[in-house]
């Protein structure tokens, strides 16, 4: 597992972007934008990845009861900044796509333990993560859906995170090879909408969608995915992963 460095020079003004949904107009539902974020003089976008938040001008608001009060703060896009409890927030992440499907609680606590003594707060994670000899929850989403066991997992996972006031950004499905089988357009939305009842009331959770993986032509897939997650309360910051010599703007723009 290794750690990757996400800081990056700050472009000199916010560059809001449309997050594309040509299916869904005109259904009343809310759009989407690509918000560079900046923290503390620092953007967490080095690999090509920008926030997706909410097509508004204020931070979204959540209910008191939609939150775990074991959680650390909520993350928020405020400008050109990423904010918790209204301070900056500066995003300092150790990659460990494996995790999830590879180890066990007991690992995973050990693991967890270590970064955060070592003065990490975000683990950039996978849900279904075909590579490094990581388990698969299921061969494609709907059935990976099923399997609590995994699920159980993750949630697991999410609340050690949580007592160690560390955050999870976690891919529901890596994109590279596994788009067109294991996640379809058709497929998309009701996966996100899973992970969405699932999880949507974890503050210390944030969404990657893609995986070291452009998204030429599959704009509408990711964008069912994320529609599928806001859907159902999985609000948190989402993202997009291309790979590391592209910018998530070249589709989402």
């Known amino acids: 597992m290794?750690?990757?460095?996400?800081?990056?020079?700050?472009?000199?003004?916010?560059?809001?972007?449309?997050w594309p949904s040509p299916a869904r107009a005109g259904?009343?539902?809310?759009?989407?934008?690509?918000?560079?974020?900046?923290?503390?003089?620092?953007a967490v976008t080095g690999l090509g990845m920008s926030l997706l938040t909410a097509d508004t001008d204020r931070p979204v608001q959540r209910a008191?009861?939609?939150?775990?009060?074991?959680?650390?703060?909520?993350?928020?896009v405020d400008g050109r900044f990423l904010t918790a409890d209204g301070e900056p927030f500066f995003w300092l992440a150790d990659t460990a796509w494996a995790m999830l499907g590879k180890l066990s609680e007991d690992e995973i606590t050990e693991y967890l333990g270590t970064r955060a003594e070592q003065g990490f707060n975000v683990v950039q994670t996978v849900a279904m993560f075909p590579q490094a000899g990581a388990e698969s929850p299921g061969d494609t989403v709907d059935a990976?859906?099923?399997?609590?066991?995994?699920?159980?997992?993750v949630e697991f996972a999410i609340d050690a995170a949580a007592e160690r006031g560390m955050y999870l950004a976690i891919h529901p499905v890596w994109g590279d090879k596994q788009t067109g089988a294991a996640i379809t357009e058709s497929s998309a939305r009701g996966y996100g909408e899973f992970l969405g009842e699932r999880f949507g009331a974890r503050d210390n959770v944030t969404w990657t969608l893609g995986g070291d993986h452009p998204a030429d032509g599959e704009e509408q897939l990711w964008t069912e995915l994320a529609e599928g997650l806001d859907d159902t309360?999985?609000?948190q910051l989402t993202t997009y992963h291309p790979r590391g010599d592209q910018s998530s703007a070249e589709w989402f723009a």
């Open 2 to 18: 290794t750690s990757h460095d996400l800081i990056t020079t700050p472009s000199p003004q916010p560059v809001p972007r449309a």
């Open 64 to 76: 008191a009861d939609e939150s775990s009060t074991s959680d650390p703060p909520y993350l928020q």
């Open 144 to 153: 990976a859906a099923e399997n609590d066991e995994f699920w159980d997992r």
């Open 233 to 235: 309360g999985g609000t």
């Open 27 to 42: 259904r009343g539902r809310r759009g989407w934008r690509l918000t560079r974020a900046v923290v503390a003089a620092a």
